[in-house]
Structure formats: C-alpha cells, structure tokens
C-alpha cells in the first residue's frame, strides 16, 4: 500500500477589481484564477457519471497535475473549505 498526503491553500479568487493589484501581483492573481477554474472543471467532470464523464483534463493546471493522484482512482479525499461574505 501507498499513501499520499496533499495539503494545497488555494489563495482564492483574486478579483483586479477589489484588489487594484498591479504588474506582478495582478498576474499572479491570474494564475490563482486559472487553477481554480481548471479544479472546478476536473471536480465537475469527475462528479459525473463514469459513462458520461468523458475526458477528464488535468493538464490545465499544475495544480490540477499536482492533485491528480488525489482525486483520481480509489482515493478518499477530505476538502476543508472556509468562506466568507466579507466584501472586501
């Protein structure tokens, strides 16, 4: 047996407009953004039945290449998740 341990803080969505980030900042916002909508289509297409899940792409993201064990096979997964109404 083998076992794999994964803990990802996803920073989460980085909007210019509340931020007012700039240059380097406001790419790597970019990039925050783009990993979570690449995770979010992964999770989608695997809570899909298997027949009509088709093809799934982790190839979007590194963080989704890097999860990839993870969310694929027989593999038990734990999602801690804290939210805020906050408006920043």
Known sequence: F???LTIV????SESVRLT????KR??????????????SRVVESLSK??????FINYRDSKLTLILKSS????????????ATTSNL
């Open 26 to 39: 406001q790419q790597e916002g970019g990039y925050v953004n783009k990993s979570l909508l690449a995770l």
């Open 71 to 82: 969310l694929s096979g027989n593999a038990q997964i734990a999602i801690i998740c804290c």
């Open 49 to 54: 039945p298997k027949n009509n899940a088709g």
């Open 20 to 23: 007012c980030a700039k240059g």
């Open 2 to 4: 083998t076992s794999d």
């Open 9 to 12: 803080d996803l920073a989460g």
